[in-house]
């Protein structure tokens, strides 16, 4: 995101309360995490919505941290890179976007859950979040892989994109909290 894209953020959703663009490690997101805690103590936060960012924060840095791809990087390696924001829009409501690099398997991997995901309601939501804990679906050497469902379950809406760079794409993901 440039600076142009970011100002437009700015214009069309309102606060940003953290931005992030760069390498992620798990100190970091401690921190930014504990700058996030600290920021709705501060403010008219209740509890269950501060909840939500944190748990879908953390949720996108570690699939950023995890997966993300650069450009030279060959696809096999990781480089943990990705931008994050945590804002309040004009409507009041809270959202956390995302952006990183990933490959063309990761993308038709991402897509997939997403689009399948999205197209069900919260009843069956929180039945698919029931059945794949207990079966230990999508589960992979990082964690359980159910963290898009989490934050479907934490958000009022997602969207998402994919738009080709080079030989990788750019992936963002916009979770607007209920």
């Known amino acids: 995101m440039n600076i142009k894209e970011l100002d437009a953020e700015l214009k069309?959703?309102?606060i940003i309360f953290l931005a992030y663009d760069g390498f992620l490690t798990q100190a970091l997101i401690v921190a930014m995490t504990e700058a996030l805690e600290k920021e709705s103590e501060a403010g008219v936060l209740n509890m269950t919505t501060s909840t939500n960012i944190l748990t879908i924060f953390i949720e996108l840095c570690q699939n950023m941290m995890n997966y993300s791809k650069t450009q030279k990087v060959l696809n096999s390696r990781y480089d943990g890179k990705g931008m994050?924001?945590?804002?309040?829009?004009k409507d009041d409501k809270y959202y956390v976007l995302s952006r990183n690099l990933v490959n063309a398997k990761d993308k038709e991997a991402i897509q997939s859950?997403?689009?399948k995901i999205l197209s069900i309601d919260q009843e069956?939501?929180?039945?698919y979040y029931r059945d794949m804990r207990k079966l230990g679906k999508e589960k992979h050497e990082k964690g359980a892989g159910i963290g898009f469902i989490e934050i479907a379950r934490k958000c009022e809406k997602m969207v998402y994109s994919f738009e080709k760079v080079d030989d990788v794409y750019r992936f963002t993901l916009k979770a607007v909290l209920k």
């Open 124 to 127: 069956e939501l929180r039945q």
């Open 113 to 115: 859950k997403l689009d």
């Open 84 to 89: 994050i924001l945590v804002g309040h829009d």
């Open 12 to 14: 069309d959703d309102g």
